[in-house]
């Protein structure tokens, strides 16, 4: 009984009675066996024997009965591999499939391409794209380029085991038409014949421009990622958290990153399968019930010959005779370092950078690369035991073998200890051209780049097929040959090259220096618009400002420009283009009321005197500091009581005209601190004599879009008084243009004064954070940054501030720049003394571009913009039948 009870160990101490078709033992036959023991005494000889086959039979069948419950039950280990398998499988077949595809749009590597951008790639399997800008990764400090690499590695890190990540870096040559025949500014739309003319010579100079260096070359990257999902709505959530955590990474190393929605993705198709071809394509135009054609119908070449000219097997043509190849990236260097991709993608040359990274799971990296290990200790005994066999020393280890050992090692050690992952890796490169002989000479050049880099390109004979449509950024892996990277492998392979900045609808700012592209940066788009122009004297910032608002005022019919002028160099610009000139000093009869209201009327009289208390402090407190005085509590107190008082001397006068610097003096005078008689005094010299021309109701008129406000003849003593008065007048005049979605640009020389005093200081700072929620464009001018930059408050301005252009810097200056914005060398010898007049470091937003700002002289720009004395102007400048009086 004994023996038969402990058949099987299936259910041993359970106390439950197990059925028979569980696989277990049947207790009901062990009672019965044991009630016959019991009841009939010894069992004869006979019934042994029957109870014995009796329990063999039962023990057979539970046996089988188990089996079959184990060959119907799968484990979640096994589950997921079986899954895995399948999909495998799947997508296996459907390449092939592409592969043996007969026509064009069946080859193409997709199914669908819904219009929010998510593309059907193929069945179960679904991607997104994301385009991201260039940063200045390769001209920052080491610690910040440090830190940007470590932001790399999270990107790649964050993707999990399911998700196919391609990264891809591509040039796409500007169409034909368009080199050399860009409309920057529209004649048509401009005030006068001068304007209408200047605009026509501006879109020449910067046509001729594009045609230099590698101008005609646009650089784009895109980080395109799939997932596994039985629908496109599940695959659209699993999308969406990665494209959340991708853009915010990217955000974060000042890389803006945007998702692509369908027709942005198929242009980039498009431009890689139909080269030199204008993209004209509408989903509610082109994809309708009506028209019974997809996505792929209106981006697919009308042809693709994988065996061009009958004998070719490493290239393809395309429509119009075009050749293109992909190259494969088979072996990398030791020495493989962050520049590789970016010497590549500044070739200027058509092609497309992009590689592939499959990570995979901790565990089964580090069992596949344990598993390596052991193959290679394998290797090293058998290695050993023949050198012990022919009498050699078996400690000496062929360099492959013993290197191979030492990579493995150091991979298990990161995978384990450093927090890496592993990855498998696969890398294409694809470039094209009119002819073959055109398509070689970009070939041997892109490999010999590659391999001056430590990466060995080589051809991909026979299977274009796969490689062309792994090229495309669909998300979608065709090419067989891989290897396996770390994260820090990865990583190293930066998708930066040289920092571009070509913003629609923005300005001219001159030639990248590296690469000659021109430089358009628009400043609405800036987080915050305001911006600083320095440089010593002879530098270039009037010519580079003169650019900056002669643009303007070609592209933005709309916008108001006003300058406040220190040496009369922009009056000509003002004259020129139909705007108007007002000359502040003795005897010129021009009149700027300091409490001025024209254009705040919709403003309650609280606000109204509440907006210009702001100003007489700033005011009352500079004349104190050119006195040597404090400016205490008490004398903010009067200048606020004397403020409100001449209000309402004001209303009392009933002639609805605001009040004058007069009836501020008269207040002073009347009160009875003494402090006031001391203000009264600061202000006399405003109020009477020969400088009163900020005591009278203004007579500046704001109904032309362009303003010069010339302080050439104003005296030093003045200066800060009168550029508070304009401030505030270009203040009223902000606030009636933003109720008519008018953007208003100022333009300030000499800052440096406006930061000398904390009281003019404290008002700049509350004007510029206005101004920025009001539409305002301020930009101030100085050639003095250490004056400048002297305190706290000083310096947060100017970091707050998204559009920095640095010329030649003295050495004094240069250090206090290098101290303020985190410098490189690279950044610093762009303002140093070598730097050439117009040439620096624009600063906009994240972009750090290095400026070459030479502007071709010999026609009337040059002649309008220049302001070197040793230059003799040829063109004549004089046609100003449409400029208004000079006043």
Same mark, same amino acid.
């Given at each position: 009984?004994?023996? @038969?009870?402990?058949?099987s160990?299936?259910?041993?101490?359970?106390?439950?009675?197990?059925?028979?078709?569980?696989?277990?033992?049947?207790?009901?036959?062990?009672?019965?066996?044991?009630?016959?023991? &019991?009841?009939?005494?010894?069992?004869?000889?006979?019934?042994?024997?029957?109870? #014995?086959?009796?329990m063999?039979?039962?023990?057979?069948?539970?046996?089988?009965a188990?089996?079959?419950? /184990?060959?119907?039950?799968?484990?979640?280990?096994?589950?997921?591999?079986?899954?895995?398998?399948?999909? $495998?499988?799947?997508?296996? %077949?459907?390449?092939? /499939?592409?592969?043996?595809?007969?026509?064009?749009?069946?080859?193409?590597?997709?199914?669908?391409?819904?219009?929010?951008?998510?593309?059907?790639v193929?069945?179960?399997?679904?991607?997104?794209?994301?385009?991201?800008?260039?940063?200045?990764?390769?001209?920052?400090?080491?610690?910040?380029?440090?830190?940007?690499?470590?932001?790399? =590695?999270?990107l790649?890190?964050?993707?999990?085991?399911?998700?196919?990540?391609?990264?891809?870096?591509?040039?796409?040559?500007?169409?034909?038409e368009?080199?050399?025949?860009?409309?920057?500014?529209?004649?048509?739309?401009?005030?006068?014949?001068?304007?209408?003319?200047?605009a026509?010579?501006?879109n020449?100079?910067?046509?001729?421009?594009?045609?230099?260096?590698? $101008?005609?070359?646009?650089?784009?990257?895109?980080l395109?990622?799939?997932?596994? !999902?039985? =629908?496109?709505?599940?695959?659209?959530?699993?999308?969406?958290?990665?494209?959340?955590?991708?853009?915010?990474?990217?955000?974060?190393?000042g890389s803006?990153?945007?998702?692509?929605?369908?027709?942005?993705?198929?242009?980039?198709?498009?431009?890689?399968?139909?080269?030199?071809?204008?993209f004209l394509f509408?989903?509610?135009?082109?994809?309708?019930?009506?028209?019974?054609?997809?996505?792929?119908?209106?981006?697919?070449?009308t042809?693709?010959d994988?065996?061009?000219?009958?004998?070719?097997?490493?290239?393809?043509?395309l429509?119009?005779?075009?050749?293109?190849?992909?190259?494969?990236?088979?072996?990398?260097?030791s020495?493989?370092?962050?520049?590789?991709?970016?010497?590549?993608?500044d070739?200027?040359?058509?092609?497309?950078?992009?590689?592939?990274?499959?990570?995979?799971?901790?565990?089964?990296?580090?069992?596949?690369?344990?598993?390596?290990?052991?193959?290679?200790?394998k290797?090293?005994?058998?290695?050993?035991?023949?050198?012990?066999?022919?009498?050699?020393?078996? *400690?000496?280890?062929?360099?492959?073998?013993?290197?191979?050992?030492?990579?493995?090692?150091?991979?298990?050690?990161?995978?384990?200890?450093k927090?890496q992952?592993?990855?498998?890796?696969?890398?294409?490169?694809?470039?094209?051209?009119?002819? #073959?002989?055109?398509?070689d000479?970009?070939?041997?050049?892109?490999?010999?780049?590659?391999?001056?880099?430590?990466?060995?390109?080589?051809?991909?004979?026979?299977?274009?097929? &796969?490689?062309?449509? *792994?090229?495309?950024?669909?998300?979608?892996?065709?090419?067989?040959?891989?290897?396996?990277f770390t994260?820090?492998?990865?990583?190293?392979?930066?998708?930066?090259?040289?920092?571009?900045?070509?913003?629609?609808?923005?300005?001219?700012?001159?030639?990248? /220096?590296?690469?000659?592209n021109?430089?358009v940066?628009?400043?609405?788009?800036?987080?915050?618009?305001?911006?600083?122009?320095?440089?010593?004297?002879?530098?270039?910032?009037?010519?580079f400002?003169?650019?900056?608002?002669?643009?303007?005022?070609?592209?933005n019919?709309?916008?108001?420009?006003?300058?406040? %002028?220190?040496?009369? +160099?922009?009056?000509?610009i003002? +004259?020129?283009?139909?705007?108007?000139?007002?000359?502040?000093?003795?005897?010129?009869?021009?009149?700027?009321?300091?409490?001025?209201?024209? *254009?705040?009327?919709?403003?309650?009289?609280?606000?109204?005197?509440?907006? #210009?208390?702001?100003?007489?402090?700033?005011?009352?407190?500079?004349?104190?500091?050119?006195a040597?005085?404090?400016?205490?509590?008490?004398?903010?107190?009067?200048?606020?009581?004397?403020?409100?008082l001449?209000?309402?001397?004001?209303?009392?006068?009933?002639?609805n005209?605001?009040? =004058?610097?007069?009836?501020?003096?008269?207040?002073?005078?009347?009160?009875?601190?003494?402090?006031?008689?001391?203000i009264?005094?600061?202000?006399?010299?405003?109020?009477?004599?020969?400088?009163?021309?900020?005591?009278?109701?203004?007579?500046v008129? @704001?109904?032309?879009?362009?303003?010069?406000?010339?302080?050439?003849?104003?005296?030093?003593?003045?200066?800060?008084?009168?550029?508070?008065?304009?401030?505030? !007048?270009?203040?009223?005049?902000?606030?009636?243009?933003? #109720?008519?979605?008018?953007?208003?640009?100022?333009?300030?020389?000499?800052?440096?004064?406006?930061?000398?005093?904390?009281?003019?200081?404290?008002?700049?700072?509350?004007?510029?954070?206005?101004?920025?929620k009001?539409?305002?464009?301020l930009?101030?001018?100085?050639?003095?940054?250490?004056?400048?930059?002297?305190?706290?408050?000083?310096?947060?301005?100017?970091?707050?501030?998204?559009?920095?252009?640095?010329?030649?810097?003295?050495?004094?200056?240069?250090?206090?720049?290098?101290?303020?914005?985190?410098?490189?060398?690279?950044?610093?010898?762009?303002?140093?003394e *070598?730097?050439?007049?117009?040439?620096?470091?624009?600063?906009?937003?994240?972009?750090?571009?290095?400026?070459?700002?030479?502007?071709?002289?010999?026609?009337v720009?040059?002649?309008?913009?220049?302001?070197?004395?040793?230059?003799?102007?040829?063109?004549?400048?004089?046609?100003?039948?449409? !400029?208004?009086?000079?006043?």
């Amino acid at each position: 009984m004994d023996a @038969f009870v402990h058949a099987s160990g299936d259910g041993f101490g359970n106390t439950a009675p197990l059925r028979s078709d569980t696989g277990a033992i049947d207790m009901d036959a062990i009672s019965q066996v044991a009630h016959v023991t &019991q009841g009939a005494g010894k069992l004869t000889r006979k019934e042994k024997k029957h109870a #014995k086959r009796e329990m063999k039979r039962r023990k057979k069948e539970a046996k089988k009965a188990e089996k079959e419950a /184990k060959k119907t039950y799968s484990s979640i280990k096994s589950q997921l591999k079986d899954r895995d398998k399948e999909l $495998s499988d799947k997508m296996a %077949d459907a390449r092939k /499939k592409r592969d043996s595809a007969k026509d064009v749009v069946n080859y193409i590597g997709y199914n669908k391409m819904y219009q929010d951008g998510i593309c059907e790639v193929e069945e179960g399997m679904f991607s997104s794209s994301i385009a991201f800008d260039d940063t200045s990764y390769h001209s920052v400090r080491d610690e910040q380029q440090k830190a940007m690499f470590s932001a790399i =590695t999270r990107l790649y890190d964050q993707f999990g085991a399911d998700t196919l990540v391609q990264m891809s870096v591509i040039n796409t040559p500007l169409l034909k038409e368009e080199v050399g025949h860009r409309k920057f500014f529209d004649p048509e739309r401009q005030a006068n014949d001068a304007a209408r003319n200047d605009a026509q010579v501006f879109n020449n100079i910067l046509n001729d421009k594009v045609k230099e260096g590698v $101008s005609n070359i646009r650089r784009n990257r895109y980080l395109t990622y799939s997932v596994t !999902a039985d =629908t496109a709505e599940d695959a659209a959530r699993q999308l969406s958290r990665i494209e959340v955590e991708s853009s915010r990474i990217l955000n974060s190393i000042g890389s803006k990153a945007h998702l692509m929605n369908g027709t942005q993705r198929l242009s980039v198709i498009h431009s890689l399968l139909n080269p030199y071809k204008p993209f004209l394509f509408d989903y509610q135009r082109d994809i309708s019930a009506k028209r019974l054609q997809t996505t792929k119908d209106c981006i697919a070449p009308t042809q693709i010959d994988f065996r061009p000219d009958g004998h070719y097997n490493d290239c393809v043509k395309l429509d119009n005779g075009v050749y293109a190849q992909v190259l494969v990236m088979k072996k990398f260097g030791s020495e493989l370092s962050d520049r590789a991709l970016a010497d590549m993608a500044d070739l200027p040359i058509p092609m497309a950078i992009t590689w592939y990274v499959q990570p995979m799971d901790k565990s089964k990296a580090i069992n596949y690369v344990r598993t390596r290990s052991a193959w290679i200790d394998k290797e090293i005994i058998e290695e050993q035991r023949s050198a012990v066999n022919k009498g050699y020393d078996f *400690s000496i280890l062929p360099q492959e073998l013993k290197y191979s050992k030492e990579e493995t090692e150091d991979v298990l050690d990161h995978l384990q200890n450093k927090n890496q992952r592993l990855y498998v890796f696969t890398g294409l490169v694809y470039t094209y051209a009119e002819s #073959k002989e055109a398509l070689d000479t970009q070939v041997l050049r892109i490999i010999s780049t590659a391999r001056q880099n430590s990466i060995e390109l080589d051809t991909y004979d026979y299977r274009q097929r &796969q490689g062309l449509n *792994s090229i495309l950024p669909l998300g979608h892996n065709h090419v067989e040959i891989s290897r396996m990277f770390t994260t820090a492998q990865v990583s190293i392979l930066v998708p930066f090259a040289t920092q571009e900045l070509d913003d629609a609808g923005g300005n001219f700012y001159g030639q990248n /220096k590296h690469s000659r592209n021109l430089v358009v940066c628009n400043r609405k788009k800036l987080t915050s618009p305001m911006g600083f122009v320095c440089g010593k004297t002879g530098s270039g910032k009037g010519m580079f400002t003169k650019t900056e608002m002669t643009g303007t005022i070609f592209s933005n019919p709309t916008d108001e420009i006003y300058v406040i %002028d220190r040496a009369g +160099e922009y009056t000509a610009i003002a +004259e020129r283009y139909g705007g108007s000139t007002y000359h502040f000093g003795v005897g010129t009869g021009t009149h700027l009321n300091p409490f001025d209201t024209v *254009s705040v009327e919709h403003m309650t009289r609280n606000e109204q005197i509440a907006f #210009k208390v702001d100003a007489m402090l700033a005011q009352a407190g500079a004349s104190a500091a050119e006195a040597g005085s404090n400016f205490s509590e008490v004398d903010q107190s009067l200048v606020q009581r004397c403020t409100e008082l001449a209000f309402q001397k004001a209303a009392e006068r009933g002639d609805n005209l605001p009040p =004058t610097l007069q009836d501020f003096y008269d207040a002073a005078n009347e009160q009875p601190e003494e402090q006031a008689q001391v203000i009264a005094l600061r202000y006399e010299r405003f109020v009477k004599g020969s400088m009163n021309f900020f005591n009278h109701q203004s007579n500046v008129d @704001f109904n032309t879009r362009i303003v010069d406000f010339n302080l050439k003849d104003l005296p030093d003593s003045m200066l800060v008084f009168a550029l508070i008065n304009v401030c505030e !007048a270009v203040r009223n005049r902000m606030y009636f243009n933003a #109720k008519r979605n008018v953007r208003t640009w100022l333009y300030v020389e000499e800052m440096q004064s406006m930061f000398a005093y904390p009281t003019v200081l404290n008002y700049f700072s509350r004007f510029s954070n206005e101004g920025r929620k009001f539409g305002l464009l301020l930009t101030g001018i100085s050639q003095n940054a250490t004056a400048m930059l002297a305190n706290e408050a000083a310096r947060n301005i100017v970091l707050n501030a998204d559009f920095l252009m640095l010329l030649k810097q003295s050495p004094l200056d240069r250090m206090k720049w290098a101290e303020l914005l985190n410098l490189s060398e690279q950044e610093e010898e762009c303002i140093d003394e *070598s730097a050439e007049p117009g040439d620096g470091l624009l600063i906009a937003g994240n972009a750090r571009v290095p400026i070459r700002g030479k502007f071709p002289s010999g026609n009337v720009l040059y002649d309008l913009f220049s302001t070197n004395p040793n230059e003799t102007k040829k063109t004549g400048l004089g046609d100003k039948k449409d !400029a208004k009086p000079v006043i």
